[in-house]
């Protein structure tokens, strides 16, 4: 394949996460998440680059789809939000949080099945803002296009402990909530890579 300036010679297979699903860039501190597509049940890659350079900082597999990543305003941390509906009741994943200087990785939500998380954003160093699906589709037809919204406040994020969130942590009004198309979900995740290759080929060229 040709080199270009929108992507690599050999597209984003040096990610590590086949074809890309979600992206998240950390401007501030030239970091780049980026979730990889779930193929056939297999489990989901997610890595995590420098954003200027491309070199991997991080790479780990999600037992579920990934739906949502965040980045600690402050601290080294990545939050991930994952799940799928297991077809016939349950909404079950995982909010990992995954530690960007030791690779440590953390399961947060307590029980068994956990909840499909949706939506991450951090308000603030303590508060992070998770929407999570229904718990399950019993009688409830709307499950599949609504959500809870939770704000869950921790003093220290590095030192919360794995299976610590319970269902009340993760208690809070319902809302709509409708499920991206995948295909959007790709299509916004290559132009948020095209961009940040474009500005590091132009600074590359800038330094010659």
């Keep these: 394949m040709a080199t270009s300036n929108d992507h690599p010679p050999d597209g984003w297979a040096f990610l590590g996460v086949g074809d890309p699903f979600l992206v998240v860039h950390d401007e501030q501190r030239g970091l780049l998440a980026v979730a ?30 990934v739906h949502a990543l965040a980045f600690h305003p402050r601290s080294p941390l990545l939050a991930i939000g994952t799940g799928r509906y297991d077809g016939g009741y349950f909404f079950e994943g995982e909010l990992l949080l995954l530690h960007l200087k030791t690779g440590v990785v953390a399961s947060l939500i307590e ?57 009340r942590d993760l208690a809070g009004p319902r809302t709509f ?20 290759w474009q500005a590091q080929r132009v600074e590359s060229s800038g330094d010659l």
């Design 36 to 65: 990889g597509t779930d193929a056939h049940d297999r489990a989901t890659p997610v890595a995590v680059h420098n954003s200027r350079s491309f070199v991997r900082r991080a790479l780990i597999r999600s037992r579920f789809p």
């Design 111 to 167: 029980n068994g099945f956990g909840r499909q998380v949706l939506g991450l954003e951090w308000l603030d160093e303590r508060s992070l803002r998770v929407l999570v699906a229904p718990p399950d589709d019993w009688q409830d037809e709307a499950a599949h296009e609504n959500g809870h919204v939770a704000v869950v406040d921790r003093v220290d994020w590095t030192a919360v402990p794995a299976r610590s969130l319970s269902g």
């Design 177 to 196: 909530a409708p499920r991206p198309e995948p295909r959007e979900a790709v299509q916004r995740a290559v132009a948020t890579l095209r961009s940040l």
